[in-house]
Every structure is written in C-alpha cells, then in structure tokens.
C-alpha cells in the first residue's frame, strides 16, 4: 500500500516492546527460556532496537518471569539493541547485578549491548492501585525508588520511570491529570531519562491523552521524555497513540502480538499489539524499521505456543493459520 | 469517567448503524426474523436513531437478509428513527415498493417513520470490485443506479451513495483517491444527499482518510454531505474515524458490536464496533445520543444468538458473560 504522511507527526517512531515482559507476565500460560530467547531473537530479525526482555520481580508473584536469571545471561547479542528490564526495588536490582549481565557504561560510551542497558521502574498515578500493587503510597513507592535509580545511574545504566493507573483506575474512576504530573515530576527528578504514561486498563480516550501531554508541557517536560504505553482493552490504543504522536511524542510502547491480557477487566486483550500499530505508521509513511511481515509471523507462532489467538487484528488479518 | 475534548471535533455526531444489513449480511449464522425485529428495537431503546435495517438483494445471493419483505412490514415504530434499506438495482427497488413499508414524503414533512425514510445504492471506486461485485464496470453501475435514484427522489425518499474499496482492494492494492473522488461527484451529480467513504477491506490509514475528504473538499463536497465506514480489519478504524470527525465529517457507519466479518480476509472483525466508537466520543465529551450499556448488553445477546464472541474490545470487557 502507498503510505499517505499527516500533518505534524514524528518521521520515525520509536518502538518500546513489551511483548516478552508486560505481555508474557499476563498470560497465564508459561513460556520456557528457551522460547522465550528464540522469541527476543526473531523479535530482534524483524527489526525492534529496544526491548524490555524480563522483570527482576518476585518469581512467588510472577512465575511466568521467574527465569530472568538465566534469560539475562542468554539475551542474543544483536546490533543497536537496548535491552530493559523492570526493576520493582533494591531486591530486584541486587538480582539483576548479580547476573552480570550488564552493559555498564554502555549510555557513554556507545558499545554495543551484551546484557541489559536499561532498567524500568514501576510506579503509579493513583494511590488506590499503588497500594494494593506495591502495599505503599506513592510517596513511599518513590522513596523506596530512589536508591534504586542512583545505583543505577552510577551504573551507566539509564531509567526509565513507568507510570501506571494515568488516566483511569478500577478503583477511583478518573484519574486526575495533576496527580499523573506530579508522579512524573518527581520521577524525571529523581533521575529517569524517560516517563511512559501508561494506560493500564485502557480507558483513556485522545482528548485526555492530549490534555495530559499538555499538562506535562507546561510544567517544562519535553514530549523526548515521554513514552506512551495504551492498553486496548477498550480499542482506544490506536486512536490515544495517534493523538500522542501528534503532540510530539516519539516512543511508543506496544507488545508483539498484542500479548498480555487484562487483569482489570475480562478481555483478553492487552497492550496495543505492536503490528497494529505498525501498520498505522506504515500507511502515515512514519519509520520505525521493523518488517511487519516477520513480526506477524513471530506473533503467529509465539501464539500456538501460548495455545491462543492473537488479539492483534493485523496479526489475525495476515496469517493464514493463525 | 471524566470527559476530556479535543479541539475540532463536532459537538455530535450522527451514528449510522449498519449492524442489521453489513453485518448479518456478512455473518454465516442465519437470524430469523424475529430476532431480526427484537435486534432493530433494541437498537433503538439504546438510541441510535438511523438504522439500515436489510438489504433487497437477491436472496439467492445473500439468503441472510431474504427475509428483507417481511423485515420491513414489521420494522418497530420508533419516535425520531430514520430506517435506510440497501437497494441494489431496480428490482429491488420494486421490491420494497411493493412491500408499502415506506414513508414517502417523510423528508419533506418531518412525519415519524413507518417504514423506510432512506435507501441506499452500493457503488465501489475500484474497477476490479465493481466488475466482480455488480458483474458491470462502475460507469454501468452509475447507470444502472439513475432510475432508482431518479424514483426514488421522486417518492420522497433521500439516497445515500456507498462507495466501496475507497483505499484499497485485493486486487488493485491502492486505490487512486482520484478514483474515488470521480465516482463520489457521479453519485453527488445524480442526486444522492450524502456518500458513505467505505474502506471495504479495512486497509485505510489516517493519512489516507485526511487526504481523501480534503480532495472532496477541494471539489465543492462539503463534510456534511461525507459519512466515513470503516472496517477494523487491521485495528485502524477507529483512528481513521477520528481523523475523519476532525475534518468536520459528523456522520459516522458502525456495527452493533462489530458484527459482520470482513469476506476478503481471514479475519473475524468487521466492521467498526458501535460500542468501540462510542467509548471514544463519550470520553471526548461528543454527543451521539446512545446509552452505551444498553447496547452492549444487545450485542452480547446478539452475539450468543450467532453463538460467537463480539469482536468488539468494550464488548468483551464489559460484559461478563459475553
């Protein structure tokens, strides 16, 4: 298909995915490390450049990530990839140090990643969620961070600052805007290189996305330092990214497959999938260098593995068998 | 939730429910008329208020919709409710002449419905899918589309002008926007008050949809006179609907739960979900007039009537047992 540009977007689009760690931690069918080295592989062939490949969280909470230590001593040496991994506190971190599978110094210096060059953190725009995730208010979360980041930092390893429950949670309905801003505030001062506004049960729509985006303008933030993460649960993913593209926004988190379901809701939807997004940004004429027809393939197969249909429409759209 | 809006979107937007014709049309599970006529009402108690209730097609051809006579002898009388019946030819025009189930002079005199207010020709931009669609090339078509037009008009009956495969098509790949553009004037020039821009195969990107409504724009079309349908084939329809609002187009076709599978691809979804569009209108604050519990809650009893999960994502997350 020819692609057809719109007025003020990104020529190229960074893609943050989250399909071997936000997508695999919510299904509840377990992936071996085998697999899941083979699927950050083929991940890697279709051309995805930064990948956040595990969770250093308790294996008691999430088994389905229970292998980090070993996948993180077998992460596939490719060219320009940055490989992520979540970091819920001091514990996960000492875990992921004594991996050894690092690329300290690798923010500097520019070689080439043989381990993990970023970690995320996970903290929340609503009080309700951060309690009943984290059993702690905001403010102890992001004190309970701090440490966390500086030994990071003093690492050579960046952070990116993730912030669920942004818009909406099962609890408290509307998030407030004000409230999403100060956790970023405090995120990006805390020493996070980036902030992804997540969407974590999916009930943003554009205008709320854009006002957010506003809101966090204003108080100096630049949309580099922003990353969006939509969840699809109500099929507003798409539509919420193309707003958030619009205002400048570069990065955009999304999950092969659209892997990862819902806990919040009965759906199994999740993530927006990475190929519908892909297709968007290929008809819009936006890089992002990733071969959709590979991806499609590695979703297809990484679907039979988990023994379900893809929820991606491209993904159930182009495979024949799938 | 909050509403938050979205500069230069309309204050409302008119929602053209296509479930009973595109999408039992496209469904292979047969639903009797009874249902048909419960669906219709319930589609009303929810508040959609323009329904295109069947098609007079050849029942040969598609024996879902055979029912069509009989359909529109007992469509529920409804307060405000405008009902649009697809007409492929004068044949079927005679049909549903001869069914009396219309409200000639509607338009003029503002009486409430007792039958059909609108009809609806199908013409198509690609010449590969009129050829294999209508067996005629799409001048033949527009040809044979005038007295039906023409008798209509003269009925006092208003006629919209369905142009399909506006982006693309199987066989062509692209569609030319000029093509489009060509036939859409044809259908203008003839006498239909509106067209509907239909991305038949759901391969429509926003770029694509701005680009096509600002080339009728150029040609004296004025967005009042455009409605958008699109199909969620590729995840894409949503974001290409609100692309479309931002233009000033008000009109937008949608399926009662996203019925209707898409022919030319392997792939459950259909058309644009109802529900899915209306989540995203109520969050901007855009008035459509329709309670969106009340409809999914008809989706999903229409859903287990053709014994298959609604492809719709708010369906599927509100609904506990759908």
């Known amino acids: 298909m020819k692609s057809y540009p719109l007025a003020c977007l990104p020529e190229r689009v960074e893609i943050y995915e989250v399909g071997p760690r936000d997508g ?13 080295v083979e699927f950050i592989s083929r991940l890697g062939d279709a051309g995805l450049r930064t990948i956040e490949v595990t969770s250093f969280v ?7 990530l229970g292998d980090a230590d070993e996948l993180l ?5 490719i060219d320009g990839m940055r490989y992520a991994v979540l970091v819920p506190n001091e514990t996960g971190l000492d875990r992921l140090l004594s991996t050894g599978a690092l690329s300290t110094g690798a923010l500097s210096t520019g070689v080439l990643s043989t ?11 609503s009080e309700t969620f951060s309690q009943r995730n984290l059993n702690k208010t905001i403010s102890e979360s992001l004190a309970m961070f701090q440490p966390v980041v500086d030994r990071a930092l003093a690492g050579g390893i960046s952070v990116r600052g993730y912030i669920s429950m942004c818009f909406g949670d099962p609890w408290e309905g ?3 805007i004000e409230q999403a801003v100060d956790v970023a505030l405090q995120l990006l001062e805390m020493g996070c290189n980036k902030i992804s506004l997540g969407d974590t049960i999916g009930v943003a729509t554009p205008g709320h996305v854009s006002r957010l985006i506003a809101s966090l303008r204003d108080k100096g933030v630049q949309t580099a330092q922003m990353a969006v993460h939509f969840h699809d649960t109500y099929g507003q993913a798409l539509s919420n990214t193309l707003v958030a593209l619009s205002t400048g926004v570069v990065t955009v988190d999304s999950s092969a497959g659209g892997l990862g379901g819902c806990p919040y809701a009965k759906s199994a939807t ?5 190929e519908d997004l892909i297709w968007m940004l290929n008809g819009l004429g936006v890089e992002t260098g990733v ?6 393939a590695t979703s297809c197969w990484m679907a039979k593995k988990l023994g379900r249909t893809s929820p991606s ?10």
Chains 1, 2 share one sequence.
């Open 313 to 322: 429409r491209v993904v159930q759209a182009l495979s024949a068998d799938c």
């Open 174 to 176: 509307t998030v407030q």
């Open 58 to 64: 308790s294996p008691r909470l999430i088994p389905q």
């Open 291 to 296: 071969d959709i027809s590979s991806l499609v």
């Open 270 to 274: 999740g993530n927006l999938a990475t």
């Open 24 to 36: 695999l931690q919510n299904e509840p069918t377990r992936i071996d490390v085998d697999t899941k």
């Open 73 to 77: 001593s077998r992460l596939p040496h």
């Open 115 to 125: 381990g993990a060059t970023d970690i995320a953190i996970f903290a929340s725009a």
